[in-house]
Nanobody, 114 residues
């Protein structure tokens, strides 16, 4: 299973950015997908996650600003990030549980700065 992330970059405070992550390979079922962030010197933390059944979770700091969704084939998840703040600056990692096993994608940098 491979997780390929797209998006990220530099944005000004108050701006918006989108991330997407696509799962590929041979598998039977995606149990859930999501995004974690890790700021310099910090721990990896949940940003948002979702399941095919529609169960979503958000980190407290992003509630009301970020939205996670999956496509109909449920191989790609999207993270829409609005009203970005400097404290959102971090490396964002795509994660998935596939056939009950965890997988991580390579991180993508999100920098919020004027």
């Amino acid at each position: 299973v491979q997780l390929q992330a797209y998006g990220g970059g530099l944005v000004q405070p108050g701006g918006s950015l989108g991330l997407s992550c696509r799962a590929s390979g041979f598998f039977s079922r995606i149990n859930g997908m999501g995004w974690y962030s890790q700021a310099p010197g910090g721990q990896r933390e949940l940003v948002a996650s979702t399941t095919p059944g529609g169960n979503t979770r958000y980190g407290d700091s992003v509630k009301g600003r970020f939205t996670i969704s999956g496509d109909n084939a449920w191989k790609t998840v999207y993270l829409q990030m609005n009203d970005l703040r400097p404290e959102d600056t971090a490396v964002y990692y795509c994660a998935a549980v596939v056939d009950d096993k965890p997988y991580w994608g390579a991180g993508t940098q999100v920098t919020v700065s004027s």
